[in-house]
């Protein structure tokens, strides 16, 4: 009897599918060092490390002044949180990453279980008291701001000149440009990248009436940001990934290097990876899970940078204030062992890693919605795409100032139409 050997597969193929799966799968929960080059860095020493913590909580204990109320809340908090990373280190698995050393990758994690855990509490605060929290924090951000009652956007758009563009070029564009190069690292893939990037200037267009920031002029929105700083970025990032694709890796170890300028270079190479993985998210025989996962992945993606947004303007802090930058690079060092589970085409189970990276973005939205519910009732419902892109091409400022019931109040008074602004960030006086 012939057997079409495109159609029937025999059981010992499916067990051998199956077992290189399951390798692969504990590989990328609990990635090994395969070569060790100092055996003192990379053994548990759990009895030195939990002796060293316990006696040094116990001098600081004692020893301390306790005299200021607030100030031992603080320091009670940072040493709960560096107790739980001493945990960590100790009990979580390594991840998909040993560079520069899994302990590193392990403390990551534990930052986001905790920081998963703080968007938990806040869901059960309500606005004022979440700005007694910040206030207790920061009592500066008592006189904060929103960035919309103070300067101007999508000014005088029909007026173009090249110190108007060149103007817009300034440590947020670099910030930009630099954010998107990390996306590429991360991402490894041109087409989703690209669509990321459009997608996101869409979404800016649907979500201005409710935070000003988002309304650009359409050069601003097209050149500045998807072609210039997105696109940029975007190459930067896809081309230090070919250049990591193609190097051949072959560390040798410290101890077999004889020269100081060796041993130096060697010790300042332990920060770069330890191998490159060509990523290849689409895959032609991918299942409908499998494309259903990469939309989801771009849906909370999305969901992330919203999420920036939204909590400055809801509890009122501006993007150089630390809980905005801190909370950018956290959320960075989270997502990429998250990006490196979900870029297998054959990826099909939800890792551990991926809980406190997916979790935060819906628990921070819950919580910003939760805390200024109130004024998300008494928003406009937003004026239509289609009217508002008009608007905003044709330099309409009437557009962006907001209806009565926006939940963003009016903007400081616009000047009557004069020479134009010089930067987007400009200070209406």
């Given amino acids: 009897m012939v057997h079409d050997t495109d159609d029937a597969v025999s059981p010992r193929t499916l067990r051998k599918d199956a077992v290189n799966y399951k390798l692969h799968f ?7 060092v395969d070569e060790i080059c100092l055996d003192f860095f990379y053994k548990p020493h759990t009895i030195t490390l939990l002796t060293a913590t316990v006696l040094s909580l116990m001098y600081f204990a004692f020893t301390r002044d306790d005299g200021h109320s607030d100030n031992n809340l603080r320091v009670g908090i940072l040493v709960v949180v560096s107790f739980f990373l001493v945990i960590s280190v100790l ?8 560079r520069p050393h899994p302990a590193i990758w392990r403390m990551v994690f534990g930052l986001s279980v905790l920081y998963f855990l703080f968007l938990v509490l806040l869901i059960f605060l309500n606005w004022d008291q979440v700005k007694i929290l910040m206030y207790w924090l920061d009592p500066n951000l008592r006189y904060a701001k929103r960035e919309a009652d103070i300067m101007e956007y999508a000014v005088n758009c029909t007026v173009i000149t090249w110190e108007r ?3 817009h070029f300034d440590i947020f564009a670099f910030g930009h440009f630099a954010g998107w190069a990390v996306k590429a690292l991360l991402i490894r893939n041109y087409g989703l990248c690209w669509t990321i990037s459009i997608t996101w200037e869409l979404t800016e267009l649907f979500f201005m009436h409710l935070l000003p920031n988002f309304a650009e002029c359409w050069w601003d929105q097209v050149i500045l940001d998807i072609l210039l700083c997105n696109g940029g970025g975007i190459w930067l990032g896809m081309t230090a990934c070919r250049f990591l694709e193609m190097r051949t890796y072959r560390w040798a170890s410290i101890k077999e290097i004889h020269t100081t300028t060796g041993k130096i270079k060697r010790a300042v190479l332990q920060f770069t990876p330890a191998s490159w993985t060509y990523v290849r998210w689409f895959d032609p025989k991918s299942s409908i899970q499998r494309l259903a996962g990469i939309y989801l992945f771009m849906i909370l993606w999305q969901l992330t940078e919203l999420n920036t947004f939204f909590l400055k303007h809801i509890f009122v802090f501006q993007a150089s204030h630390p809980l905005s930058w801190c909370r950018i690079f956290l959320l960075g060092s989270i997502t990429a062992p998250t990006v490196r589970y979900v870029q297998p085409s054959k990826q099909q189970h939800y890792t551990y890693e991926q809980h406190p990276s997916i979790h935060p973005s819906i628990i921070t939205r819950l919580s910003g919605v939760g805390s200024g519910w109130q004024q998300v009732q008494q928003a406009d419902p937003g004026l239509p795409l289609t009217r508002s892109t008009f608007q905003l091409i044709l330099g309409d400022p009437e557009a962006f100032q907001g209806q009565p019931g926006d939940i963003i ?8 139409p004069g020479p134009p602004t010089n930067n987007k960030h400009d200070i209406t006086h």
């Fill in 26 to 32: 504990r590989n990328i929960n609990e990635q090994q």
């Fill in 91 to 98: 009990a979580f698995p390594n991840g998909p990453f040993i």
């Fill in 165 to 167: 563009l060149l103007s």
């Fill in 409 to 416: 109040p009016p903007a400081c008074p616009r000047s009557s």
